[in-house]
């Protein structure tokens, strides 16, 4: 356990019955005038986006709507909307959405009419500086994008994604609305969901972990893996979902404490050079990781086990056995892929994914098990 640690948080964060009402006071109070709302074309044909409109309105905000955010944008596609944010001038940013929306408001909020483009940040990070406040809407349960200082897009010369981390881009609201969660499609719900899993563990297992980060990270684990079935299964398990959506928020608290390991750190060349889910390729990489990782991690595990599964292991090797058994149930019962051919993918170049993968020591270097090059393929060759 590392011997500084810090915990940084939204300015305020507003849960509970219909949370979108808050907007308007918020509104109100930033006197914003005109408001940017990130969202996508989908989501605003579900009607998902009108009670985020009607706060507006009642707080005579006007409203420009940016809806043509593709999932996993690239740096490129990003700055094209930060572009746009800046020449609308507008005095605050709301993003409805899931990760690749609240990461493209994020990177608006800190991007617009600064001297410095997406492209500059992602080899100097620290450039960023707020220039506009931002409000997140989650829409799904699982990123955790309301709560975290980081926003990934993809670099596609490099066929990799890249996070770009800067204080500033924590969101200053967050609205945590169960009604956008409610009726998300099963496979959304289950690929967001295992992300957030991914980061609990990740988080909770590192070389940075703290007592902040096991707070928020504990605690997140033992809601996903007690509420993740029920609330992919059932629409109306109104309890479960809300029990997610709060996990969520306290996965991306524990990430901006900690930070992920190996499993976010190797699946970037997933998403990058064949455009795999986020969550799908950290459900992919997750099994293959932890079994990896198991040696360095075991009693951390074994903690993870008497929170949130406390069933009749003893050992702590028992209970860590129980913790990646019990993950690895999960990704099955929501009929996530297990391997790259299961998307297609049947030629998968095992050297370039490890060179790339390698790359990522952002994340690697919070891992407690040194991953080499050599580990690294023979990961990747376990998903092939």
Same mark, same amino acid.
């Given at each position: 356990m590392i011997s500084k640690y810090s915990l940084k948080l939204p300015k305020v964060?507003?849960?509970?019955?219909?949370? #979108?009402?808050? *907007?308007?006071?918020?509104?109100?109070n930033e006197g914003v005038k005109k408001a940017a709302l990130? #969202?996508?074309?989908? $989501?605003?044909? $579900?009607?998902?986006?009108?009670?985020? *409109?009607?706060? /507006?309105?009642?707080?005579g905000a006007e409203v420009t709507i940016i809806d043509n955010i593709p999932p996993e944008p690239t740096y490129g596609q990003v700055q094209e909307?930060?572009?746009?944010?800046?020449?609308?001038?507008?005095?605050i940013v709301i993003?409805?959405?899931?990760g690749s929306v609240m990461d493209s408001a994020k990177l608006a909020c800190v991007a617009a009419g600064a001297?410095? #483009?997406?492209?500059?940040?992602?080899?100097?990070?620290?450039? =960023?500086?707020?220039? &506009?406040? /931002?409000? =997140?809407?989650?829409?799904?349960?699982?990123t955790g994008a309301e709560a975290t200082i980081n926003a990934i897009v993809a670099v596609p010369e490099d066929e990799v994604k890249i996070g770009i981390v800067n204080d500033d881009m924590m969101p200053d609201y967050v609205l945590l609305d169960v009604r956008m969660v409610q009726n998300l499609p099963r496979s959304i719900a289950a690929a967001t969901g295992v992300d957030a899993m991914c980061h609990?563990?990740? /988080?909770f297992t590192c070389v940075k972990a703290n007592p902040f980060s096991d707070t928020f990270a504990l605690e997140a684990f033992d809601l996903i893996v007690n509420n993740i079935e029920r609330a992919c299964d059932d629409k109306d398990a109104i309890d479960a979902k809300r029990a997610m959506q709060v996990a969520a928020l306290y996965g991306g608290i524990a990430i901006t404490a900690s930070g992920t390991t190996a499993v976010h750190g190797l699946s970037y060349p997933l998403g990058g050079k064949?455009?795999?889910?986020?969550?799908?390729?950290?459900?992919?990489?997750?099994?293959p990781?932890?079994?990896?990782?198991?040696?360095? &991690?075991?009693?951390?595990?074994?903690l993870a086990y008497d929170r949130a599964i406390r069933g009749g292991a003893e050992t702590d090797e028992a209970k860590s056995a129980a913790v990646i058994e019990r993950m690895d149930q999960i990704v099955e019962h929501l009929d996530i892929p297990k391997k790259l051919e299961e998307l297609g993918v049947t030629d998968a170049p095992i050297d370039w994914l490890a060179e790339a993968g390698i790359q990522q020591q952002r994340l690697l270097s919070n891992n407690k098990r040194e991953v080499t090059l050599e580990d690294a393929r023979a990961i990747y060759q376990q998903i092939i």
């Amino acid at each position: 356990m590392i011997s500084k640690y810090s915990l940084k948080l939204p300015k305020v964060i507003f849960g509970g019955e219909d949370p #979108t009402e808050e *907007l308007v006071g918020v509104l109100e109070n930033e006197g914003v005038k005109k408001a940017a709302l990130f #969202t996508d074309a989908s $989501l605003r044909k $579900l009607g998902l986006v009108d009670p985020t *409109l009607e706060a /507006c309105q009642k707080a005579g905000a006007e409203v420009t709507i940016i809806d043509n955010i593709p999932p996993e944008p690239t740096y490129g596609q990003v700055q094209e909307v930060v572009d746009q944010v800046a020449g609308e001038s507008v005095d605050i940013v709301i993003a409805v959405g899931g990760g690749s929306v609240m990461d493209s408001a994020k990177l608006a909020c800190v991007a617009a009419g600064a001297d410095y #483009t997406v492209h500059d940040l992602l080899t100097d990070p620290k450039r =960023a500086k707020k220039q &506009i406040k /931002c409000v =997140a809407v989650p829409t799904t349960a699982g990123t955790g994008a309301e709560a975290t200082i980081n926003a990934i897009v993809a670099v596609p010369e490099d066929e990799v994604k890249i996070g770009i981390v800067n204080d500033d881009m924590m969101p200053d609201y967050v609205l945590l609305d169960v009604r956008m969660v409610q009726n998300l499609p099963r496979s959304i719900a289950a690929a967001t969901g295992v992300d957030a899993m991914c980061h609990a563990i990740e /988080c909770f297992t590192c070389v940075k972990a703290n007592p902040f980060s096991d707070t928020f990270a504990l605690e997140a684990f033992d809601l996903i893996v007690n509420n993740i079935e029920r609330a992919c299964d059932d629409k109306d398990a109104i309890d479960a979902k809300r029990a997610m959506q709060v996990a969520a928020l306290y996965g991306g608290i524990a990430i901006t404490a900690s930070g992920t390991t190996a499993v976010h750190g190797l699946s970037y060349p997933l998403g990058g050079k064949y455009h795999v889910p986020h969550g799908v390729s950290n459900a992919i990489l997750l099994s293959p990781v932890m079994h990896f990782n198991e040696p360095a &991690i075991r009693d951390r595990l074994a903690l993870a086990y008497d929170r949130a599964i406390r069933g009749g292991a003893e050992t702590d090797e028992a209970k860590s056995a129980a913790v990646i058994e019990r993950m690895d149930q999960i990704v099955e019962h929501l009929d996530i892929p297990k391997k790259l051919e299961e998307l297609g993918v049947t030629d998968a170049p095992i050297d370039w994914l490890a060179e790339a993968g390698i790359q990522q020591q952002r994340l690697l270097s919070n891992n407690k098990r040194e991953v080499t090059l050599e580990d690294a393929r023979a990961i990747y060759q376990q998903i092939i």
